[in-house]
């Protein structure tokens, strides 16, 4: 009878062990797949997706099934952190992947240490990761190294006044920043510093100011829709000074919503929109050209930089909790510091207890828009 007992025992054991090795490790997600930042929102929700197929068919996590409970923040603030306030108290997730926007991020981020679990934002101004917020971490290059490139590009065409024209919400905001320090660093003058709001529709009074001004060189920092307003306008008012683009515009939608006026647009963005034109042995070109393939096939449509970060923040988690062993997100996060040599859509991930984006300005490259395409500067 006690020999039957024990028998019956483990095997109770053995059925609790099996369904607690099938639990399934519950990830949080929050991006705009819908509101003025759906272009960015949308590719990162399908990304996403993607890759936890990809992770479940090849038998999970930790030997556990990838589960993502995923809120819509509508490219809201109040709305992203209430998603957030609900992923960590009712869903209990390991980790949060987004937002997608830099406003939103910087909405939230704040909580994150009081909530306990980490967040690898799918959004780029330096804010998010400067100073280092211990739970905090992100994916797309800093605006920082974006301006760095596109100033080196300004410089080798000759100019030496510049003018500026942000947008006034969260990435504007930090890319205007990081421009006033960086454009007199680079030897460069600035001649006009303009903002327009997200909403605007007709952008002609800042740049007839600007077109007045011995301006070499006009830079629009944001996204769209705002940049492709600018660069119609730009057009209409037959400017010659040449109108350079940041990298909040490296998707195939803003060269629909500008049009002609897109032709010859030159901005910086990450290899993934020109990743066929990358040499052989590129160390990114594999995994870059796969990811489009399985995107391309997935959903018929282009790639974009911003669904790479969906990508680049699954791969990232994936590496932390098979480093820790545990989903535990003190753990999780820990392990996010020490994942160095990750080959993403973004760049090459070197993360540290001081560095939590883990790239440098060579993540960019600087791309001309040709006959509605990127194309390769080199």
Known sequence: MKRTCLILLAFIFLLVSQATAAEPIRIGAVFSSTGPASFLGEPERNSLAMAVEGINAAGGILGRPVEVIQYDDETEVNKCVLAVEKLARKDRVSAILGPTTSGNTLAVMRNMARYGIPLISCASSDKIVLPVNPWVF?????????????????????????????????????????????????????????????????????????????????????????????ARNHRQLAMTIPLYMSHGVASKKFIELAGEAAEGLILPAGRLIVAGQLPDGHPQKAMLTDYAKRYTAAYGSAVSTFGGHAWDAMLLLKAAMEKAGTDEPKAVRDALESVTGLVGTAGIFNFSPTDHNGLDKTAFEVVRIEKGDWALLH
């Open 138 to 230: 992100k994916v797309a290059p800093s605006d920082r190294f974006a301006i760095e490139t596109l100033l080196d590009t300004v410089l080798a065409a000759g100019a030496r006044n510049v003018a500026i024209l942000t947008v006034s919400d969260g990435y504007g905001q930090s890319g205007r920043a990081a421009l006033l320090s960086l454009i007199p660093a680079a030897g460069l003058t600035l001649v006009a510093d303009e903002v327009y709001g997200p909403k605007d529709t007709d952008m002609t009074a800042q740049l007839t100011k600007i077109r007045g001004l011995s301006a070499d060189a006009v830079i629009c920092w944001g996204t769209n829709p705002g940049p492709a307003v600018i």
